[in-house]
């Protein structure tokens, strides 16, 4: 069946009155979470062209349209079960001020010597995830930083996950 009026067209002039605003959307973020569900975000904004052509925000109450999302869930599957990363022991040399420990690595630090301690946590359940000094626990937290005193024998400090 043909349509008896002449097809409208897909373009409005606007060079006496400026056009109707609507609304732009950005493109999605990354999904916030490496595993799991995160979120996404993306900018929205309500925008118009004046009497000339040129492009112009404007408020959001001149969008008549119902405003877009800008953020929404994601899910990039599970994240699986904890695994140690590491059961790596290391020996501190003088030079190191700066270390990396794996869930379940342990670190000696000698007389002398200070050093920060990282211990990634990244699919773990960061509220089981401890420090011990010697092996007793001290505290939860992503870094540790240590001075062992010249006086004092060496310590073990270990990252470990309950």
Same mark, same amino acid.
């Given at each position: 069946m043909e349509c008896p009026l002449p097809k409208p067209s897909e373009t409005e002039n606007c060079g006496i009155v400026e056009c109707p605003a609507s609304w732009i959307t950005g493109e999605w973020t990354e999904c916030s979470a490496s595993c799991g569900s995160g979120e996404q975000t993306r900018s929205v904004m309500c925008e118009g062209r004046?009497?000339?052509? %040129?492009?112009? /925000? %404007? $408020?959001?109450?001149e969008c008549r349209a119902e405003k877009p999302a800008s953020v929404q869930m994601c899910s990039l599957g599970s994240c699986g079960k904890p695994q140690l990363l590491s059961n790596r022991v290391f020996e501190q040399n003088a030079s190191e001020k700066k270390l990396t420990l794996g869930i379940g690595g342990v670190a000696?630090?000698?007389?002398?010597? $200070?050093? =920060?301690? +990282?211990?990634?946590? =990244?699919?773990?359940? +960061? =509220? =089981? /995830?401890y420090w011990t000094k010697n092996g007793k626990r001290i505290r939860n937290d992503g870094n540790l930083c240590f001075f062992t005193p010249r006086n004092s024998f060496s310590q073990k400090i270990a990252c470990l996950f309950s």
């Open positions: 004046d009497a000339r052509g %040129r492009r112009e /925000i %404007r $408020s959001e109450r000696t630090l000698y007389q002398g010597t $200070s050093i =920060k301690i +990282k211990c990634p946590r =990244k699919n773990f359940d +960061k =509220k =089981k /995830i």
